[in-house]
């Protein structure tokens, strides 16, 4: 199963705090599945669509059990990606409109309400239920072992308005996009999709998710301890390659027996540890030497490599003239 699977099986599951949870949940789940139909006046029916088993299973259990609606639920099977699809049909009857003005679906006047009732999320308890039932009806979250990204898709901007603005209220940055026909809230850091989980109710989802976060820090941080590794390796070779192209040239133009003691020990040691840093260098040497004083030595190897250079030059220009 996918990590969004496993987030709404464990929210499903969750146990409401005050009598009124279950209806923020359901609140949620209709306004985000649901489509309205409307048969004459104050006659209302409706359709809620769900690919997932356990959201289908909520919703018609709180239908019945907060507002003794009848509903019918179709099976079906989509030819293209062959998994099942929920329809539940919730006809016309009595009770239906008293439902959904106290779902939040129709105002007072019996319009359409586009945002989120307060009544509905009042309570702390009640605005972590609703975040549930929207996340039930249409999130997503990525598996955390990968990019972090979590969104819920809702169908109008004063909807999404309201989501996002419950997720501010307590302490999770949210932000919105607009995309096509509907509108996207979306958390993009590990730590706001974490608050998230914690805040809804998702607690063993939540642990998996910090736990593969550690995880994901610690290979990171091996990863970067190694390029910079290898980096450093890398220039070290480099510097070493230049150190033996003006030891040669040192050598061919001097010998070695002219050579103070200090600077031939430093040939013997590179020459014998081409790959080896300074510090390395120093820690052979007998006695040990800083990185300081072995550099000192690089210094005045390299420059009498280029005066041996600039002499070359001006006998090849003597020469020619």
């Known amino acids: 199963m996918s990590f ?8 499903s599951h969750v146990e409401p705090t005050c009598p009124h949870c279950e209806r923020a949940v359901l609140a949620a789940l209709v306004r985000i599945e649901g489509t309205l139909f409307v048969s004459g006046q104050n006659r209302y029916r409706m359709e809620l669509a769900t690919d997932a088993p356990h959201a289908a299973r909520l919703i018609i259990r709180l239908l019945h059990e907060l507002y003794h609606l009848k509903t019918n639920l179709v099976v079906r099977r989509s030819v293209l990606h062959k998994t099942p699809n929920y329809l539940i049909e919730v006809p016309s009857q009595e ?100 608050e998230f989980l914690a805040f809804a109710g998702a607690h063993t989802s939540a642990l998996a998710m910090e736990s593969a976060r550690v995880i994901k820090s610690v290979r990171n941080d091996v990863n970067r301890q190694t390029n910079a ?81 600039q002499a070359r030059r001006g006998t090849t220009g003597t020469t020619g003239t």
């Open 4 to 11: 969004t699977t496993d987030v709404k099986e464990e929210l």
């Open 95 to 194: 009770g239906m409109t008293e439902a959904l003005s106290d779902l939040g679906v129709l105002s007072e006047g019996k319009g359409l309400e586009l945002g989120i009732k307060p009544e509905l999320v009042e309570r702390r308890c009640c605005a972590a239920a609703y975040l549930r039932g929207a996340f039930l009806g249409s999130g997503f979250v990525a598996d955390p072992k990968g990019d972090f990204h979590f969104e819920i898709t809702v169908e109008n901007s004063q909807l999404a308005d309201g989501i996002a603005g419950i997720l501010e209220q307590h302490g999770i940055n949210a932000r919105i996009m607009h995309r096509r026909s509907s509108y996207m809230v979306y958390l993009k850091s590990g730590s706001a999709i974490l």
């Open 229 to 309: 590794e290898v980096a450093n390796q890398a220039k070290a070779v480099s510097a070493s390659v230049d150190q033996l192209y003006a030891i040669r040239a040192v050598l061919a133009a001097h010998g070695m027996e002219n050579l103070s003691p200090a600077l031939q020990e430093f040939i013997r040691l590179r020459v014998a540890y081409p790959g080896a840093t300074l510090k390395e260098l120093g820690e052979r040497a007998n006695p040990p030497l800083s990185k300081s004083a072995v550099y000192h030595r690089v210094r005045r190897i390299e420059q009498m490599a280029r005066e041996v250079a």
